[in-house]
């Protein structure tokens, strides 16, 4: 039965997916990355796809595979990840964003590995904002319903409603993390919030989280 009410929303429509760290290059062999997985947004994806949404997920750099039902474009950096969603957004009813995109990339991405210099015990590495993808696609006239994650160590909920706001997000899942909760495990514990509505989902597997997720975006 939850899969029928789930089909019944979703057969037909169609959902972009971001999932994934992003990797910001320093030089030809070194980047700064973070713990993000991407295993809640693949969850997600598969879900949608099993429900009979037209998926295409835009993931950075992770050990993952993904059915062939699902549209898959694999990005590196933010700025990549970027372009393909404003390439993508505007065929969407949803967009998910669910990738830790980089806060920071690199200025001058350096041509040649750095040598390390010996005449010091310091490097300073200059760093500049990236653009804010999913305030970006909440900003636009034609935008679909824009989920957004927010990933916090502490005070969650207050941080969580926070970004629903600011970033005028349709919907925010507030997620816990820290060394054991969230990144890089396969459960999970997620509290979903719009401006109306607050739904706390236990621990679970990303899976089974997708689903729910899924079943509460159908319901607003
Ligand atoms: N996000 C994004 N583009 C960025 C940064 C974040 O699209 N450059 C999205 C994430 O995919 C997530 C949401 O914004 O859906 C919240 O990300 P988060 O890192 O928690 O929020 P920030 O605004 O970057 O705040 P901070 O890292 O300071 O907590
Ligand atoms: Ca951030």
Redesign the pocket.
């Known amino acids: 039965q939850a899969w029928l009410d789930l089909k019944q929303f979703w057969q037909g429509k169609s959902l972009l997916i ?1 999932a994934g760290p ?1 990797y910001e290059n320093i030089d030809p062999v070194r980047f700064i990355g973070n713990r993000s997985s991407g295993k809640m947004g693949f969850s997600i994806a598969e879900a949608a796809a099993k429900a009979g949404a037209k998926v295409t997920l835009i993931t950075g750099p992770v050990q993952l595979a993904v059915s062939d039902q699902v549209k898959r474009i694999n990005v590196r950096s ?1 700025e990549q ?2 372009t393909a ?1 404003q390439a993508h957004y505007s065929n969407a009813d949803c967009f ?8 920071f990339r690199v200025a001058d991405i350096a041509e040649q590995k750095i040598k390390k210099q010996s005449d010091t015990d310091e490097m300073t590495l200059t760093l500049v ?9 909440a900003q636009q006239d034609d935008k679909p319903y824009v ?6 160590t502490q005070n969650l909920i207050e ?2 409603k926070d ?1 629903l706001q ?2 005028n ?1 349709d919907m ?2 507030a997620n816990q993390v820290g060394e054991t909760l969230g990144f890089e495990q396969s459960e999970n514990a997620l509290t979903l919030i719009t401006s109306e509505q607050e739904l706390e989902l236990s621990l679970a597997t990303k899976d089974e989280l997708a689903v729910q997720l899924l079943k509460f975006i159908s319901a607003q």
């Open positions: 971001t992003t933010a990840m970027f969603v998910i964003s669910a990738a830790a995109v980089a806060d904002k990236n653009p804010d993808i999913v305030a970006w696609v989920v957004g994650f927010a990933a916090e941080y969580a970004k600011r970033k997000l925010i899942c």
